[in-house]
């Protein structure tokens, strides 16, 4: 699990989807991170393999939030750490 928050931009993910509302859009993650939508395909497949994630469809929107207020907590942690060192 402490895999899913070895990279950058599934750090930045989780900050989005805790201070942008609980729950996003494939497109609208896409925009605020500004990556490629394969790299954030992958980086999402990643954090669904890890339990990190739950994804809703919806038509052809597919929205994420994530899996539980925990996950949510201890990843703004890493992500503090690791900005302040």
């Given at each position: ?5 070895a ?38 497949s ?35 750490v690791?900005i302040?060192?």
């Amino acid at each position: 699990m402490c895999n899913s928050f070895a990279h950058p931009i599934r750090l930045e993910t989780v900050h989005h989807l805790k201070n942008k509302g609980s729950e996003l859009s494939f497109g609208k993650i896409a925009d605020l991170i500004g990556v490629g939508k394969s790299t954030l395909a992958r980086h999402l497949s990643i954090m669904l393999t890890n339990g990190i994630l739950i994804q809703r469809k919806e038509g052809v929107n597919v929205f994420y939030k994530m899996s539980s207020d925990k996950i949510t907590t201890a990843c703004g942690l890493i992500r503090e750490v690791l900005i302040t060192v």
